[in-house]
């Protein structure tokens, strides 16, 4: 039998072949997506569910000219093999390689830069806008949202003003019930809803009779309708369809698995012009059955045999320690059971923060608001003022999207919201849009709020404990992806004094101040330095704000040579209120800050970026050395 994808190249080899070899250049990229992702761990289930549309929409579509903008990019692998890089695939999200997600600079045709969720209708929209301006009337564009990144807010700021501006427009609904947890809230139940209500069907025949027009119609015809596009929208316009309401033609639901179908589906879409929805079924993992029958676990499963279907759990450097992530969740759940005000609020990432774990014992007590951060906040604000005490855990990189609601909801309310940030730092192979290295920085300039990063988890499990105990205000916890380093971590809980380091370690030639987990990389640091006869004081400072200003006096007076070492963004962050704090004291001592430095960091394992930055062991020692040797000129 043919191979027809080692001969795909470019969508334009694709568009060579006839539509009946299509189903073939299907089961061709499954099968390669499966290869790849079985020894390269990466977003699996959503790229299957997605192989038949992706296939569609470039033998269909003019990319680069027409501009097709996928909704987070966990989906694309499929779009990116096709598009000029399937001999590098094997590189996917690996240091100098490809990018786990859609990505400008990588290739023309990923029309816009993703990774978080939500942003593809306003972009598309943005896009399509702009085209009008630019008198490129045959440009098309289309977005491709899944279900679950429909329930964010920005979706449907992005479809209201589509709706109303009347762009040209196509975004096309890619429904499989799941997020990466299975869907929630009202949407999702209204998704389910139209696949099975005779209205709906009944709505869909109707458009399809339209559809037929304009395929038979011919130029002269597509023209009269387009001109009245008024009367075309009210025969299917429906206001019980959500959709329709806000202004956009919806077809469907169709069955997104029939290649052909889609093809001929999106041709006549083609036609018609002003904002579309189409919406299709598709079941995410598909064509792989252990991923089909277990969506969550297979949305990013890391290795796995690809004949029966074992993930090989990557056991990391110590087995028997959980990860962070664990180690909150079990955490959220004792603590939970001693205080009967906590609360649980996730936006859509129960397993991703393991606040499953809570969720399985007190379902009444945690909450999966769906993929809506602000949201999120704003939830836990008003339980707050009614008495909880919310424990809010979202991504560091995705908490960017709450900012406002972290200043005016809580932090000018001096609410007791507790803001666990997860995967705070450098998160490894997702690369540049999930880095969480900006909350230290934009958490410490806000009022009010306390904001602090554990050096292991047992300083985590004692910070959650400090959080929840009588007015304490808005309290951020910032902990890294990966594991902790403690065998025995479940220990009885004790209560951190706010604002307070501690001392590690005495030195005499240099002190290093941390915070958060590299301050565990010191104790080798400290070993290879004195092996060269410095000296090396450390502290792990554990708060950014409020600083432990007796520490600071204390290294101020008694050390020349300080280095403070966090694994977040240089600018704004922990070394700069050290530098602050001197500056209004007028001590004057040098201050080499180790950290993110001000550009964006792309995707490799956490060593290399850590290595890359200049704050891994190595670095630190480099810098140490660097100190001693400028000084003896
Ligand atoms: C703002 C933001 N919050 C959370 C995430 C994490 N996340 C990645 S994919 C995903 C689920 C998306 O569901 P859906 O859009 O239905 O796509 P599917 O994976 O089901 O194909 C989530 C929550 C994100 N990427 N961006």
Known sequence: ????????????????????????????????????????????????????????????????????????????????????????????????GLSGFPNRSE?????????????????????????????????????????????????????????????????????????????VGGISRYFVRMQTSRAYNRLRSGVWEVLKHFRTAGQKMLSLLKRHQHAVKSMVFNDSNLFEALGFRYF???????????????NDLKQIPGPKLLHILTKKGKGFTPAENDATKWHAPGKFDVVT?????????????????????????????????????????????????????????????????????????GMAVSGKIPFVNIYSSFMQ????????????????????????????????THHGVFDLSFMRNIPNMTVSAPMDELELRNLMYTAQLPDKGPFAIRYPRGNGIHKEWQLEFSEIPVGKGRKIADGTDVAVLSIGHPGNFITEVRKIMEAENISVAHYDM?????????????????????????????????GSAVLEYFASREIKKSVIRLGVPDRFIEQGTQQELYRECGFDKEGICRTIREIFDSTKK
């Open 542 to 574: 554990r708060f950014v704000k409020p600083i432990d200003q007796g520490i600071l006096d204390e290294v101020g007076a008694s050390f020349d040579h300080i280095i403070t070492v966090e694994d977040g963004v240089i600018a704004g962050g922990f």
């Open 107 to 183: 290739s023309e045709y990923d029309a816009f830069g993703v990774g978080h969720s939500s942003t593809s209708i306003s972009a598309a929209l943005g896009i399509s806008i702009a085209a009008q301006m630019n008198g490129e009337k045959d440009r098309k564009v289309v977005a491709i949202i899944g279900d679950g990144s429909m329930t964010g807010g920005m979706a449907f700021e992005g479809l209201n003003n589509a709706g109303g501006a009347n762009a040209d427009l196509l975004v096309i609904l890619n429904d499989n019930n799941m997020s990466i947890d299975p869907n």
């Open 401 to 432: 999207r709450s900012y406002d609601q972290i200043i005016h909801d809580v932090a000018l309310q001096k609410l007791n919201v507790v803001f666990c940030m997860d995967r705070g730092g450098l998160v490894g192979a997702d690369g540049a």
């Open 309 to 381: 279907g074992e993930i090989f759990n990557d056991p990391g450097p110590h087995p028997k320690i959980p990860k962070y992530q664990v180690v909150f969740g079990l955490t959220l759940l004792e603590l939970a059971r001693l205080n009967k005000n906590i609360v649980g609020v996730t936006p859509a990432m129960p397993s991703g923060c393991s606040m499953n774990i809570m969720m399985e014992e007190m379902p009444e007590r945690a909450f999966d608001v769906g993929i809506a951060e602000p949201h999120a906040v704003t939830f836990a604000a």
């Open 252 to 266: 469907g639901p169709v069955d997104g698995h029939d290649v052909v179908a889609l093809t001929r589906i999106l």
């Open 1 to 96: 039998m043919a191979n027809f994808l080692e001969n795909i190249d470019y969508p334009s080899d694709l568009k060579k072949l006839k539509e009946k070899d299509l189903p073939q250049v299907c089961s061709e990229l499954r099968e390669m997506i499966i290869r790849e992702a079985s020894c390269n761990p990466g977003h699996f289930g959503a790229s299957m569910g997605v192989v038949e549309l992706t296939v569609a929409l470039h033998y269909v579509y003019n990319a680069p000219y027409d501009k097709l903008i996928w909704d987070v990019g966990h989906q694309a692998y499929g779009h990116k093999i096709l598009t000029g890089r399937r001999k590098q695939f094997s590189t996917n999200r690996r240091y100098k």
